[in-house]
């Protein structure tokens, strides 16, 4: 079965950090880029970034709202993805996805979600 | 970045009606264009991609067209398991974004 099953959520204050972990399974990991998206309570969806595959140099895109404060890596080895959460706001304050990006042709689209990390920023 | 707008924001039906939700983008995106379905509680799911092309596993009365800045999503023979809230996704540029949202309740 292929699957994302996100980790690492919990309360943080503001200003301070937090690293989601995302594992992946049923599939073949190391060949697809990794999207991170996210909901805040009663809001839309948000895209917050994305990291490449390998052979696209594991390069990286971020949204304007969490450029500089966030990061995100990966560990083929493990089938991992990991957001670095940094100098958060209260308005980080949401539901973190993993999702799988697949490619058809040149169109993109994100067929795999996982179940949702939830993340809360507050003193 | 790309800018999304959904209308309209939410819309009341029957089962059994036909609808149309239409998403515009601020610049064109000629055919890279998504559409998710998200049931309260529930995670995302792909409906289409590539403006029209239908997800594996999607009923066919889910359709989607256009191209450029104008796109549509229509569900005709509308079934209680299709109330939900629906969202457009550009990916013609490396920065995705979503519109904000179409919820499709019971009239």
């Known amino acids: 079965e292929v699957q994302l099953v996100e980790s690492g959520g919990g309360l943080v204050q503001p200003g301070g950090s937090l690293r989601l972990s995302c594992v992946g399974s049923?599939?073949?990991?190391?060949?697809?880029?990794m999207d991170w998206v996210r909901q805040a309570p009663g809001k839309g969806l948000e895209w917050v970034g994305r990291?490449?595959?390998?052979?696209?140099?594991?390069?990286?895109e971020y949204a304007a709202s969490v450029k500089g404060r966030f990061i995100i890596s990966r560990d083929d080895s493990k089938k991992s993805v990991y957001l670095q959460m940094n100098s958060l706001r209260i308005e980080d304050t949401a539901v973190y996805y993993c999702?799988?990006?697949?490619?058809?042709?040149?169109?993109?689209?994100?067929?795999?979600w996982g179940k949702g990390t939830t993340v809360t920023v507050s003193s | 970045d790309i800018q999304m707008t959904q209308s309209p924001s939410s819309l009341s039906a029957f089962v059994g009606d036909r609808i149309t939700i239409t998403c515009r983008a601020s610049?064109?995106?000629?055919?890279?264009l998504n559409w998710y379905q998200q049931k309260p509680g529930e995670v995302p799911k792909l409906l289409i991609y590539?403006?029209?092309i239908l997800q594996s596993g999607v009923p066919s009365r889910f359709s989607g067209r256009g191209s450029g800045t104008d796109f549509s999503l229509t569900i005709s023979n509308l079934q209680p398991e299709d109330f939900a809230t629906y969202y457009c996704?550009?990916?013609?540029?490396?920065?995705?974004?979503f519109g904000p949202g179409t919820k499709v309740d019971i009239k």
């Open positions: 590539g403006a029209s």
């Open positions: 999702t799988r990006l697949t490619a058809y042709r040149y169109f993109y689209y994100m067929d795999v």
């Open positions: 996704q550009q990916t013609s540029s490396p920065v995705f974004s």
């Open positions: 610049q064109s995106l000629k055919s890279y």
């Open positions: 990291i490449r595959a390998k052979g696209n140099g594991y390069t990286t």
């Open positions: 049923g599939f073949t990991f190391s060949d697809h880029y």
